[in-house]
């Protein structure tokens, strides 16, 4: 299974290398997954993205984890854990900066965003993006345990809002950015992940 698990992931990463559009198998997740996000926008259309940038995953200090059950207390509902439950992923404890008021929550927001991926096994802490008014992530899903999917904004110099997906590879490190060529593709609709609604929360 171990040995099956690894091919699928080297397979994966191969045609991530091999061709600068999004790969079939991320398409059709993002068609199914995120289709209340692809929505938002007009003229959108999967077959329109290409690659654009490689960065590498970050490691951070991991003091993240000092605090970790803390954070589990107001957060959890809003991680993304991959389907094995090793990872999972983190996109708005650094921007919301919730305090428990009663039975509700109130958002002190940032301007920034700063996304993180936890490993729950070896408690250690990567940096996947950090953005602001310029660019942020919407909403993400997981391909498989090994590979997620970073729907977001960047604007333009117009500051027209257009999607941009950020792929990871868990397995190599590698986050591959793939931006939309059409620049008809505008998001019109303002989106919040559904995963914001599953506590209640006054200030966003």
Known sequence: MKKLLFVVIAHISLSLHSQTNLPIAIQKVIGNEL???TSCFSEFATSSFHVSDT?????????EF??????YA??????????DKRYFVDSYSYQLNLKREGDH???????????LLYNTRNKTTYSLFYGGTERWIDDEVW???????????????????HPVFYIVNIATGEIIQ?????????????YRSPRLTKIKIEGL
């Not at 000092?66 to 954070?71: A, K, P, Q, R």
């Not at 793939?178 to 303002?190: A, D, E, P």
């Open 105 to 115: 929550f109130v958002a002190n927001l940032e301007v920034d965003q700063h996304v």
């Open 74 to 83: 107001t957060y959890k509902p809003l991680f993304l854990f991959s389907p």
């Open 178 to 190: 793939y931006s939309c060529t059409n620049r008809l593709c505008i998001q019109h609709v303002n």
């Open 55 to 63: 960065t590498q995953m970050r490691q951070t200090q991991g003091e």
């Open 143 to 161: 391909l498989n345990n090994r590979t997620l999917i970073l729907a977001g904004i960047e604007k333009d110099e117009n500051a027209v809002r």
């Open 35 to 37: 289709k209340s996000w």
């Open 66 to 71: 000092v605090e970790l059950d803390s954070i």
